[in-house]
């Protein structure tokens, strides 16, 4: 039975949704000295068939990992948040080449209105 279920291909979905950081990023002087609240939410598709069958950590994707990821490439300040979640989604594309779909969104909580 499990080796039925490793040759077929079982889609997975990982969801971290209100990821919080405060972090630099924005064109204004004023947001990149002040800062303001950031959240992230990510959708990660894959096949984690295996994972499924063995209950074994080194199978899947770390969410804790995932987390660190995107915590440090929140730390690193850029006018755009497009850049931010570009380098989130390259990084994420890179360190996880078993992920075949990957949605990244960034929200600034408190855009300063002209």
């Known amino acids: ?3 039925t279920l490793i040759n ?3 889609k997975t979905r990982i969801e971290l949704s209100n990821l919080r950081f405060y972090a630099h990023h924005g064109v204004l002087p ?3 000295e002040v800062g303001n609240e950031f959240i992230v939410d990510l959708m990660l598709e894959a096949d ?3 994972a499924c069958i ?3 950590m080194d199978d899947t994707i ?13 730390q690193i300040p850029s006018k755009l948040l497009e850049h931010v979640a570009g380098r989130i ?3 994420l594309k890179d360190t996880y080449p078993q992920l075949t779909a990957i949605t ?3 929200t600034k909580m408190h855009p300063p209105l002209c």
């Open 1 to 3: 039975m499990a080796e």
């Open 8 to 10: 077929k291909q079982m």
């Open 30 to 32: 004023q947001e990149t």
């Open 48 to 50: 984690l068939s295996v």
């Open 54 to 56: 063995t209950d074994n």
């Open 62 to 74: 770390n969410y804790a990992d995932v987390f660190d990821l995107v915590k440090t490439e929140m």
């Open 89 to 91: 989604f390259r990084k």
């Open 104 to 106: 990244v969104s960034v």
